[in-house]
């Protein structure tokens, strides 16, 4: 199966499926040098874990992290860093009934499309448990982004017509509500809409913003590898998102060039913009702004309620899926897509370091 590497310089390759005995990543290309221990993985991958609260799934799982390789007295060696979480919550025979026939919403008719086989517990591949590698692999990331001043924040910005007010949200206060949403107010009326959802089987969707702070200018490249479209991949590929928006998005079809062209200015002596409809990228390279993105996610495709479908005889049957499953995906998405930007953000700098001849010299000089 091809598709389950991601990156250049940097190169992430996640594996293991949903019910099987683990689920891992495999980081290859990390710089040397940098400490990194057991729990600084561990933190993120607690934000992701599932059984957090009321409106995710119930299935219950440590998702303790094991350092395997790429690590030694503390630091990574440059050689490929794995890193494994076993699964211990596996209700397999929830998924039994799913073997016959195709869930709406949900990769199996495609996966038989393509390999005439599937594994059907959880989804296998599909499932939302193969994003563990992601944020594994993410928290090293953003350890070393942050290292060099740059942060990757991540929030729910809206959960079915619930929107935050993003001109006063405190995304210091994300991980303070159940819905990871940086809006007290807008907390309360999503958790209402979705208990609502849950009396009534169903699931719902939303979005999730991003900010990044401290990105010089000149990451990206021009053509195939511009940097809008190298983060609009990554966030593509997280499984339920549907829609990527960079900047001000899909409003910039409707704005004027005098109103959408962002004004340079000098600012503390250095080039600004006194404007960021761009998203801070221009051109695909970043330009010093803040970078803002914003993800769209697909309601749940699992709910407990009656749905049409067909069986592998081709006959029209009604089904209603049985398992544990999250009624919204966001709050645990959150950290994904954090992690999803630091990785392509990072993998888009360490390739952007033999831009220029000097900075190549200048590099070999220093070891002399």
Request: charge should be negative.
């Amino acid at each position: 199966m091809s598709g389950s590497s991601f990156g250049n310089v940097l190169k992430i390759t996640t594996w293991g499926e949903s019910h099987g005995a683990a689920v891992g990543v495999v980081i290859d290309g990390f710089p040397a040098g940098m400490e990194i221990c057991e729990e600084d993985i561990q933190k993120y991958l607690d934000l992701r874990k599932p059984g957090q609260s009321a409106i995710s799934t119930p299935r219950k799982e440590a998702d303790k992290v094991e350092i395997l390789s790429g690590v030694f007295d503390g630091k990574t060696t440059g050689t490929p860093i794995s890193l494994l979480v076993r699964n211990t919550s596996q209700h397999s025979a929830d998924y039994n009934d799913i073997a016959t026939y195709y869930r709406p919403g949900h990769a199996d008719y495609t996966f038989d499309s393509k390999y005439g086989f599937r594994d059907y517990r959880g989804g296998g591949r599909s499932s939302g448990r193969e994003t563990i590698g992601r944020v594994a692999a993410g928290a090293l990331c953003l350890k070393l982004l942050e290292q060099m001043g740059i942060e990757v924040y991540a929030y729910t910005r809206s959960i079915g017509n619930v929107v935050i007010d993003e001109d006063n949200m405190d995304l210091n206060k994300v991980y303070q509500t159940v819905t990871r949403m940086p809006d007290e107010e807008a907390d309360k009326k999503a958790i209402a809409l979705i208990e609502e959802c849950k009396k009534n089987l169903d699931s719902v969707g939303g979005s999730i913003g991003v900010i990044v702070t401290g990105t010089p200018a000149g990451i990206g490249d021009t053509v195939f590898n511009k940097l809008d479209a190298l983060l609009a991949d990554a966030l593509m590929g997280i499984g339920a998102v549907k829609a990527v928006e960079v900047g001000d998005g899909i409003k910039v079809s409707q704005s004027y060039g005098s109103d959408n062209n962002d004004a340079f200015c000098i600012l503390d002596g250095k080039v600004s913009k006194k404007t960021n409809h761009s998203g801070g990228i221009l051109g695909g390279m970043s330009d010093g702004s803040d970078i803002i993105l914003r993800a769209y996610f697909k309601p749940t495709p699992s709910i407990a309620r009656d749905q049409e479908t067909v069986n592998k005889n081709g006959e029209d049957i009604n089904i209603n899926i049985k398992g544990r499953h999250d009624p919204v995906i966001m709050p645990r998405a959150v950290v994904v897509v954090q992690s999803m930007v630091a990785i392509t953000l990072l993998d888009a700098m360490l390739l952007n370091m033999s831009a220029k001849a000097d900075n190549v010299i200048r590099f070999y000089k220093s070891i002399d």
